[in-house]
Nanobody, 126 residues
Framework: QVQLVESGGGLVQAGDSLRVSCEAS????????MGWFRQAPGKDREFVAG???????TYADSVKGRFTISRDNAKNTVYLQMNSLKPEDTSLYYC????????????????????WGQGTQVTVSS
């Protein structure tokens, strides 16, 4: 069992940067692949970025070149650095843990993640 707690969301203007964090409990964090998802009101939850156990990364096309995912296994934390934010990035951002990952692969389907945080709101004004 792992608990995930996101932080760092807030209200920013278009073009600004923001970094959200997700801290995991437990001593097996390094064995999980981690993902960031987002969900806006009335929309489905969508994949944003993921990082494998081995450090491989995958991004949604909509954020590629603007967002960077990273992890610090010593701190049990995964980060999402978001640059050049747009109003359409406004959403509730969730981190998730995949307890059955491959070494380098990242899953993009939310149903394949086992643990979820409570979410942190990111609002981008125009």
């Amino acid at each position: 069992q792992v608990q995930l707690v996101e932080s760092g969301g807030g209200l920013v203007q278009a073009g600004d940067s923001l970094r959200v964090s997700c801290e995991a409990s437990g001593r097996t964090f390094s064995s999980y692949a981690m993902g960031w998802f987002r969900q806006a009101p009335g929309k489905d939850r969508e994949f944003v970025a993921g990082i494998s156990r081995g450090g491989g990364v995958t991004y949604a096309d909509s954020v590629k070149g603007r967002f960077t995912i990273s992890r610090d296994n010593a701190k049990n934390t995964v980060y999402l650095q978001m640059n050049s934010l747009k109003p359409e990035d406004t959403s509730l951002y969730y981190c998730a843990a995949d307890s059955r990952p491959t070494l380098w692969g990242v899953k993009t389907n939310a149903l394949e993640y086992d643990y979820w945080g409570q979410g942190t709101q990111v609002t981008v004004s125009s």
